[in-house]
Protein backbone atom coordinates (compact mmCIF):
# COMPACT_ATOMS: atom_id res chain seq x y z
CA UNK A 1 0.00 0.00 0.00
CA UNK A 2 3.22 2.68 0.95
CA UNK A 3 4.25 1.56 -2.53
CA UNK A 4 0.98 2.18 -4.42
CA UNK A 5 0.59 5.73 -2.86
CA UNK A 6 3.98 6.47 -3.52
CA UNK A 7 3.77 5.54 -7.52
CA UNK A 8 0.32 7.86 -7.02
CA UNK A 9 1.95 10.70 -5.97
CA UNK A 10 4.38 10.06 -8.12
CA UNK A 11 7.55 9.18 -6.76
CA UNK A 12 9.23 6.27 -8.32
CA UNK A 13 9.46 3.27 -6.83
CA UNK A 14 11.15 -0.22 -5.74
CA UNK A 15 9.77 -3.29 -3.87
CA UNK A 16 11.84 -5.13 -2.13
CA UNK A 17 11.01 -8.65 -1.15
CA UNK A 18 12.57 -12.05 0.47
CA UNK A 19 9.79 -14.25 -0.57
CA UNK A 20 8.72 -15.86 -3.88
CA UNK A 21 6.18 -13.55 -4.58
CA UNK A 22 4.57 -10.61 -2.86
CA UNK A 23 1.95 -10.59 -0.18
CA UNK A 24 4.01 -11.59 2.90
CA UNK A 25 1.66 -13.25 5.60
CA UNK A 26 -0.87 -12.69 2.64
CA UNK A 27 -0.11 -16.28 1.35
CA UNK A 28 -1.12 -19.52 -0.75
CA UNK A 29 0.52 -22.59 -1.23
CA UNK A 30 -0.14 -25.31 -3.98
CA UNK A 31 0.53 -29.13 -2.96
CA UNK A 32 -1.15 -32.21 -3.62
CA UNK A 33 -3.41 -30.97 -6.24
CA UNK A 34 -4.74 -28.62 -3.39
CA UNK A 35 -4.78 -24.91 -2.89
CA UNK A 36 -4.48 -23.57 0.96
CA UNK A 37 -4.31 -19.85 1.35
CA UNK A 38 -2.36 -20.84 4.98
CA UNK A 39 -1.76 -16.63 6.18
CA UNK A 40 -4.30 -14.83 6.77
CA UNK A 41 -7.57 -16.53 6.11
CA UNK A 42 -10.02 -13.23 5.51
CA UNK A 43 -10.44 -9.66 6.65
CA UNK A 44 -13.02 -7.43 7.92
CA UNK A 45 -12.86 -3.31 7.76
CA UNK A 46 -13.72 -1.83 10.58
CA UNK A 47 -13.53 1.94 9.37
CA UNK A 48 -15.27 3.32 6.32
CA UNK A 49 -11.66 4.23 4.82
CA UNK A 50 -10.93 0.54 4.45
CA UNK A 51 -14.54 -0.94 3.66
CA UNK A 52 -14.16 1.68 0.40
CA UNK A 53 -10.99 -0.01 -0.38
CA UNK A 54 -12.47 -3.48 -0.30
CA UNK A 55 -15.28 -2.42 -2.07
CA UNK A 56 -13.24 -1.35 -5.06
CA UNK A 57 -11.31 -4.51 -4.33
CA UNK A 58 -14.41 -6.37 -4.60
CA UNK A 59 -15.31 -4.10 -7.77
CA UNK A 60 -12.04 -5.06 -9.52
CA UNK A 61 -13.00 -8.97 -9.34
CA UNK A 62 -9.54 -9.60 -6.72
CA UNK A 63 -11.65 -9.96 -3.58
CA UNK A 64 -15.00 -11.21 -2.63
CA UNK A 65 -17.51 -11.62 -0.04
CA UNK A 66 -16.79 -15.34 2.05
CA UNK A 67 -19.30 -15.12 4.50
CA UNK A 68 -21.33 -13.48 7.36
CA UNK A 69 -20.73 -13.61 10.70
CA UNK A 70 -24.14 -13.58 12.64
CA UNK A 71 -25.03 -10.41 14.97
CA UNK A 72 -24.57 -12.15 18.22
CA UNK A 73 -20.91 -13.07 17.30
CA UNK A 74 -19.95 -9.48 15.68
CA UNK A 75 -16.53 -8.53 17.05
CA UNK A 76 -17.23 -4.47 18.38
CA UNK A 77 -14.52 -3.38 16.64
CA UNK A 78 -15.82 -4.46 12.64
CA UNK A 79 -18.18 -2.32 11.11
CA UNK A 80 -19.25 -4.94 8.58
CA UNK A 81 -20.71 -8.73 9.38
CA UNK A 82 -18.90 -9.91 6.08
CA UNK A 83 -15.97 -11.28 5.96
CA UNK A 84 -13.64 -10.69 2.74
CA UNK A 85 -11.12 -13.08 1.14
CA UNK A 86 -8.57 -12.41 -1.71
CA UNK A 87 -10.09 -13.84 -5.11
CA UNK A 88 -9.06 -16.22 -6.78
CA UNK A 89 -6.65 -16.73 -3.55
CA UNK A 90 -5.47 -14.66 -0.65
CA UNK A 91 -2.34 -13.49 -3.07
CA UNK A 92 -4.59 -11.97 -5.66
CA UNK A 93 -4.90 -8.67 -3.50
CA UNK A 94 -1.39 -8.08 -2.66
CA UNK A 95 -0.74 -9.11 -6.39
CA UNK A 96 -3.05 -6.39 -7.53
CA UNK A 97 -2.16 -3.70 -5.63
CA UNK A 98 1.60 -4.63 -6.25
CA UNK A 99 0.63 -4.36 -10.35
CA UNK A 100 2.64 -1.73 -12.02
CA UNK A 101 5.05 -0.96 -9.56
CA UNK A 102 8.79 -2.44 -10.31
CA UNK A 103 9.16 -5.08 -7.85
CA UNK A 104 11.91 -7.69 -7.07
CA UNK A 105 11.00 -11.01 -5.06
CA UNK A 106 13.70 -13.03 -4.06
CA UNK A 107 15.43 -10.17 -2.92
CA UNK A 108 16.48 -10.47 0.88
CA UNK A 109 18.24 -6.82 2.30
CA UNK A 110 21.07 -7.31 4.48
CA UNK A 111 21.68 -3.84 5.05
CA UNK A 112 21.08 -0.69 4.88
CA UNK A 113 23.68 2.65 4.80
CA UNK A 114 23.69 6.02 4.42
CA UNK A 115 25.48 7.88 1.87
CA UNK A 116 25.04 11.69 2.72
CA UNK A 117 21.21 11.88 1.54
CA UNK A 118 20.86 8.66 -0.12
CA UNK A 119 20.04 5.08 0.94
CA UNK A 120 22.17 2.26 -0.16
CA UNK A 121 20.58 -0.98 0.11
CA UNK A 122 21.88 -3.67 -0.13
CA UNK A 123 20.43 -8.12 -1.18
CA UNK A 124 21.70 -11.12 -0.23
CA UNK A 125 22.64 -11.57 -3.77
CA UNK A 126 25.23 -8.60 -3.83
CA UNK A 127 22.70 -6.65 -5.55
CA UNK A 128 22.58 -2.29 -4.49
CA UNK A 129 19.63 -0.28 -4.77
CA UNK A 130 19.78 3.80 -4.19
CA UNK A 131 17.13 6.00 -2.86
CA UNK A 132 16.30 8.84 -1.38
CA UNK A 133 14.01 7.26 1.45
CA UNK A 134 13.29 3.94 2.80
CA UNK A 135 10.15 2.15 4.43
CA UNK A 136 10.72 -0.77 5.85
CA UNK A 137 7.85 -3.54 6.65
CA UNK A 138 9.07 -7.17 8.00
CA UNK A 139 7.86 -7.79 11.35
CA UNK A 140 9.74 -5.88 13.95
CA UNK A 141 12.16 -8.21 15.65
CA UNK A 142 13.30 -8.68 11.76
CA UNK A 143 13.88 -5.18 10.95
CA UNK A 144 15.24 -4.48 13.78
CA UNK A 145 17.85 -7.21 13.34
CA UNK A 146 18.23 -6.06 9.84
CA UNK A 147 19.22 -2.22 11.32
CA UNK A 148 21.07 -3.79 13.82
CA UNK A 149 23.32 -5.75 11.32
CA UNK A 150 23.70 -2.42 9.47
CA UNK A 151 24.75 -0.75 12.18
CA UNK A 152 22.07 1.50 12.08
CA UNK A 153 21.98 3.45 15.63
CA UNK A 154 18.45 3.19 17.05
CA UNK A 155 17.69 5.70 19.31
CA UNK A 156 17.21 4.25 22.91
CA UNK A 157 13.40 5.26 23.28
CA UNK A 158 12.45 3.43 19.78
CA UNK A 159 14.20 0.70 20.47
CA UNK A 160 12.64 0.32 24.35
CA UNK A 161 9.09 0.45 22.66
CA UNK A 162 10.52 -1.62 19.58
CA UNK A 163 11.70 -4.26 21.51
CA UNK A 164 8.25 -4.27 23.60
CA UNK A 165 6.36 -5.19 20.50
CA UNK A 166 5.01 -9.08 20.89
CA UNK A 167 3.80 -11.48 18.17
CA UNK A 168 2.03 -14.65 18.38
CA UNK A 169 3.34 -18.12 16.43
CA UNK A 170 1.03 -20.01 14.41
CA UNK A 171 1.94 -23.35 12.97
CA UNK A 172 -0.52 -23.60 9.76
CA UNK A 173 -0.85 -27.38 8.68
CA UNK A 174 -2.11 -27.66 5.41
CA UNK A 175 -3.53 -31.12 4.95
CA UNK A 176 -4.97 -33.04 2.16
CA UNK A 177 -8.25 -34.61 2.88
CA UNK A 178 -9.82 -38.21 2.21
CA UNK A 179 -13.31 -37.11 2.30
CA UNK A 180 -15.59 -33.89 2.97
CA UNK A 181 -14.52 -32.79 6.38
CA UNK A 182 -17.00 -32.01 8.92
CA UNK A 183 -17.11 -28.14 8.99
CA UNK A 184 -19.61 -25.10 9.27
CA UNK A 185 -21.07 -24.87 5.70
CA UNK A 186 -18.61 -21.82 5.12
CA UNK A 187 -15.63 -24.12 5.86
CA UNK A 188 -14.81 -22.11 9.57
CA UNK A 189 -13.96 -23.64 12.87
CA UNK A 190 -12.68 -21.13 15.73
CA UNK A 191 -11.76 -22.12 19.16
CA UNK A 192 -11.47 -20.39 22.15
CA UNK A 193 -9.28 -22.76 24.17
CA UNK A 194 -7.28 -25.63 23.26
CA UNK A 195 -4.43 -26.07 20.73
CA UNK A 196 -5.88 -24.75 17.65
CA UNK A 197 -7.05 -21.67 16.53
CA UNK A 198 -9.48 -22.66 13.56
CA UNK A 199 -9.88 -25.17 10.99
CA UNK A 200 -10.49 -23.60 7.30
CA UNK A 201 -11.83 -25.68 4.43
CA UNK A 202 -10.12 -24.27 1.40
CA UNK A 203 -12.57 -26.36 -0.59
CA UNK A 204 -15.82 -25.22 0.66
CA UNK A 205 -14.05 -21.83 0.63
CA UNK A 206 -14.06 -22.22 -3.32
CA UNK A 207 -10.30 -22.14 -4.28
CA UNK A 208 -9.55 -25.66 -3.85
CA UNK A 209 -11.94 -27.50 -6.13
CA UNK A 210 -10.02 -30.76 -7.39
CA UNK A 211 -8.57 -32.05 -3.92
CA UNK A 212 -9.91 -31.50 -0.29
CA UNK A 213 -7.28 -29.20 0.86
CA UNK A 214 -8.02 -28.23 4.91
CA UNK A 215 -5.44 -25.50 6.98
CA UNK A 216 -5.36 -26.15 10.91
CA UNK A 217 -4.08 -22.71 12.77
CA UNK A 218 -2.51 -23.49 16.29
CA UNK A 219 -3.08 -21.05 19.38
CA UNK A 220 -0.43 -19.15 20.17
CA UNK A 221 0.65 -20.52 23.43
CA UNK A 222 0.46 -23.75 21.66
CA UNK A 223 3.38 -22.68 18.64
CA UNK A 224 5.60 -20.79 21.45
CA UNK A 225 5.75 -23.65 23.51
CA UNK A 226 6.72 -25.91 20.61
CA UNK A 227 8.23 -23.01 18.62
CA UNK A 228 11.81 -25.01 17.99
CA UNK A 229 10.44 -28.53 17.78
CA UNK A 230 10.43 -30.64 14.62
CA UNK A 231 7.66 -28.82 12.54
CA UNK A 232 6.64 -31.80 10.89
CA UNK A 233 6.10 -33.67 14.78
CA UNK A 234 4.13 -30.29 15.72
CA UNK A 235 1.92 -30.87 12.75
CA UNK A 236 1.45 -34.38 13.50
CA UNK A 237 -0.30 -33.44 17.06
CA UNK A 238 -2.36 -31.01 14.97
CA UNK A 239 -3.51 -33.11 13.31
CA UNK A 240 -4.08 -35.71 15.86
CA UNK A 241 -6.38 -33.06 17.92
CA UNK A 242 -8.24 -32.15 14.58
CA UNK A 243 -9.08 -35.69 13.07
CA UNK A 244 -11.66 -36.42 15.46
CA UNK A 245 -13.60 -32.89 15.00
CA UNK A 246 -12.96 -32.84 10.83
CA UNK A 247 -13.89 -36.71 10.70
CA UNK A 248 -11.70 -37.69 7.70
CA UNK A 249 -8.50 -38.80 7.08
CA UNK A 250 -5.46 -36.88 6.53
CA UNK A 251 -3.47 -38.23 3.27
CA UNK A 252 -0.79 -35.75 3.50
CA UNK A 253 0.41 -32.64 4.55
CA UNK A 254 3.13 -29.98 4.68
CA UNK A 255 3.80 -27.32 7.58
CA UNK A 256 4.19 -23.46 8.08
CA UNK A 257 5.90 -22.10 10.57
CA UNK A 258 4.93 -18.57 11.36
CA UNK A 259 7.04 -17.19 13.98
CA UNK A 260 5.68 -14.23 13.40
CA UNK A 261 1.60 -13.94 12.86
CA UNK A 262 -0.14 -11.55 14.73
CA UNK A 263 1.18 -8.44 16.37
CA UNK A 264 -0.47 -8.42 20.26
CA UNK A 265 -0.56 -5.37 20.96
CA UNK A 266 0.00 -2.82 18.43
CA UNK A 267 2.16 -0.04 18.64
CA UNK A 268 -0.38 3.32 19.05
CA UNK A 269 1.41 5.22 15.66
CA UNK A 270 0.59 4.09 12.46
CA UNK A 271 4.07 4.34 11.61
CA UNK A 272 7.62 5.41 12.84
CA UNK A 273 9.70 7.47 11.13
CA UNK A 274 13.49 6.96 12.54
CA UNK A 275 15.20 9.40 10.69
CA UNK A 276 14.77 11.98 8.19
CA UNK A 277 17.78 12.83 6.53
CA UNK A 278 17.61 10.27 4.69
CA UNK A 279 13.97 9.55 5.53
CA UNK A 280 13.90 5.68 7.23
CA UNK A 281 10.18 4.28 8.32
CA UNK A 282 8.98 1.57 9.67
CA UNK A 283 5.59 0.14 9.39
CA UNK A 284 3.31 -3.03 8.83
CA UNK A 285 0.66 -4.19 10.65
CA UNK A 286 2.82 -3.92 14.12
CA UNK A 287 2.14 -0.33 13.79
CA UNK A 288 -1.50 1.40 14.57
CA UNK A 289 -3.73 -1.47 14.30
CA UNK A 290 -3.48 -5.33 13.70
CA UNK A 291 -4.18 -7.32 10.79
CA UNK A 292 -4.41 -6.76 7.00
CA UNK A 293 -6.24 -3.50 7.95
CA UNK A 294 -3.95 -2.15 10.37
CA UNK A 295 -0.55 -2.96 7.61
CA UNK A 296 -3.02 -1.26 4.65
CA UNK A 297 -3.09 1.76 6.89
CA UNK A 298 0.37 1.59 7.98
CA UNK A 299 1.87 1.92 4.66
CA UNK A 300 -0.69 4.61 3.78
CA UNK A 301 0.80 6.90 6.77
CA UNK A 302 4.10 5.60 6.12
CA UNK A 303 4.06 6.76 2.45
CA UNK A 304 2.47 10.16 3.68
CA UNK A 305 5.25 10.86 6.54
CA UNK A 306 7.67 9.97 3.52
CA UNK A 307 6.27 12.47 1.04
CA UNK A 308 6.62 14.99 3.91
CA UNK A 309 10.07 14.69 4.39
CA UNK A 310 11.03 14.54 0.63
CA UNK A 311 9.19 18.05 0.24
C1 LIG B 1 -1.66 -17.66 10.31
C2 LIG B 1 -2.09 -16.23 10.18
C3 LIG B 1 -3.43 -15.90 10.25
C4 LIG B 1 -3.83 -14.57 10.13
N1 LIG B 1 -5.16 -14.28 10.14
C5 LIG B 1 -5.56 -13.01 9.90
C6 LIG B 1 -6.93 -12.68 9.75
O1 LIG B 1 -7.79 -13.57 9.78
N2 LIG B 1 -7.28 -11.39 9.51
C7 LIG B 1 -6.34 -10.39 9.40
O2 LIG B 1 -6.69 -9.22 9.16
N3 LIG B 1 -5.02 -10.67 9.55
C8 LIG B 1 -4.62 -11.94 9.79
N4 LIG B 1 -3.29 -12.24 9.89
C9 LIG B 1 -2.33 -11.13 9.97
C10 LIG B 1 -2.05 -10.49 8.63
O3 LIG B 1 -1.65 -11.48 7.73
C11 LIG B 1 -0.95 -9.48 8.83
O4 LIG B 1 -1.36 -8.55 9.82
C12 LIG B 1 -0.61 -8.68 7.57
O5 LIG B 1 -0.55 -9.52 6.44
C13 LIG B 1 0.72 -7.99 7.82
O6 LIG B 1 1.14 -7.34 6.66
P1 LIG B 1 2.56 -6.64 6.66
O7 LIG B 1 2.74 -6.08 5.29
O8 LIG B 1 2.67 -5.73 7.83
O9 LIG B 1 3.63 -7.80 6.95
P2 LIG B 1 3.97 -9.10 6.10
O10 LIG B 1 2.78 -9.60 5.38
O11 LIG B 1 4.65 -10.02 7.05
O12 LIG B 1 4.99 -8.56 5.02
C14 LIG B 1 6.34 -8.36 5.34
C15 LIG B 1 7.15 -8.64 4.09
O13 LIG B 1 8.50 -8.34 4.36
C16 LIG B 1 9.28 -9.27 3.68
N5 LIG B 1 10.59 -9.27 4.32
C17 LIG B 1 10.92 -9.53 5.62
N6 LIG B 1 12.24 -9.38 5.83
C18 LIG B 1 12.77 -9.00 4.64
C19 LIG B 1 14.08 -8.69 4.19
N7 LIG B 1 15.14 -8.72 5.01
N8 LIG B 1 14.26 -8.36 2.89
C20 LIG B 1 13.23 -8.31 2.03
N9 LIG B 1 11.95 -8.60 2.39
C21 LIG B 1 11.72 -8.94 3.67
C22 LIG B 1 8.53 -10.59 3.80
O14 LIG B 1 8.92 -11.49 2.79
C23 LIG B 1 7.10 -10.11 3.67
O15 LIG B 1 6.64 -10.19 2.33
C24 LIG B 1 -2.86 -13.56 9.98
C25 LIG B 1 -1.52 -13.90 9.86
C26 LIG B 1 -1.13 -15.22 9.96
C27 LIG B 1 0.32 -15.58 9.80
Known amino acids: MAARELQRQGVSVTVLDKGRGVGGRMATRRFGGGVFDHGTQYFAPSSPWFQSRITEWVHDGFAREWFRVRAYELDPRFISAARFCGCPTMTAVPKQIADGIEVHTSARVTHLQRQDDIWD???????????????????????????????????ADERA????????????????????????????LEFERG??????????????PD?????????????AAHIDDDPEDVARMMIEEAQPIIEVQVREFQVHRWRYSQIV?????????????????????????????????SGMEAARRIMRALA
Do not use: W
Not at 265 to 285: F, K, N, S, V, Y
Open 121 to 155: IGTEDGTTYRALSCILTPPVPQTLDLLDSSHYAVG
Open 161 to 188: VLEKLEYEACHAVLAVCDGIPKLPENGV
Open 195 to 208: NLRRIMDNTRKGIS
Open 211 to 223: VQAVTIHSMGDFS
Open 265 to 297: EPHGRPTLLLGEAPPLAIAGDAFGANGVEGAAR
